[in-house]
């Protein structure tokens, strides 16, 4: 069950991350920032964005965190991380899941959420995929990370009559 995040799970969260083999967070387009300490990590969970946890007791199963949040254009980038493994479409976890981003989109007023992952993360592009992301691009050998250049793919969801009247 997710379920908005505070300070704690904040904190929690921060120590799990440091301990995981996850990549880098998306903090924007031009590229991954790996935040190693804990006032960064904070702040990038608290700034124009909306960041949902799932978790057990002090342990967290996974978080998604909507960011870059413009409210004028009714847009959010999503980053979605499990740290045993993504959920398999159709899966309880899915559901959950789903329930809170129309839950959090709704509480941020966005239609049109975006991912972006690396292209050898095929399970998170497998669960955007049933989750009605659509791939809009590749961005070739978009930044440099561990040694070598790596493809970013995006993706995209809109909600039925995001430009409804």
């Known amino acids: ?39 960064d990590f904070s702040e990038y969970c608290r700034q124009d964005a909306a960041l949902w946890i799932s978790a057990q007791g002090e342990t967290m199963d996974g978080f998604f965190l909507l960011f870059d949040i413009q409210p004028e254009l009714a847009l959010a980038n999503l980053d979605i991380v499990y740290f045993s493994g993504f959920p398999r479409a159709g899966s309880v976890e899915v559901a959950a899941l789903v329930t809170a981003l129309r839950k959090a989109c709704r509480q941020t007023r966005v239609t049109r959420l975006q991912l972006l992952a690396l292209a050898h993360e095929k399970e998170k592009l497998a669960l955007a995929a049933s989750l009605g992301f659509q791939q809009e691009g590749i961005l070739q050998r978009h930044f440099f990370h561990k040694g070598g250049y790596h493809d970013l793919i995006v993706s995209a969801r809109m909600e039925r009559g995001r430009h409804a009247s």
Do not use: H, T
């Not at 300070?7 to 991954?32: C, H, M, T």
């Open 1 to 39: 069950m997710f379920q908005p995040a505070g300070a704690k799970e904040i904190r929690n969260l921060f120590k799990q991350y440091l301990n995981s083999s996850y990549e880098p967070f998306f903090v924007d387009i031009s590229g991954p920032e790996l935040l190693m300490n804990f006032r």
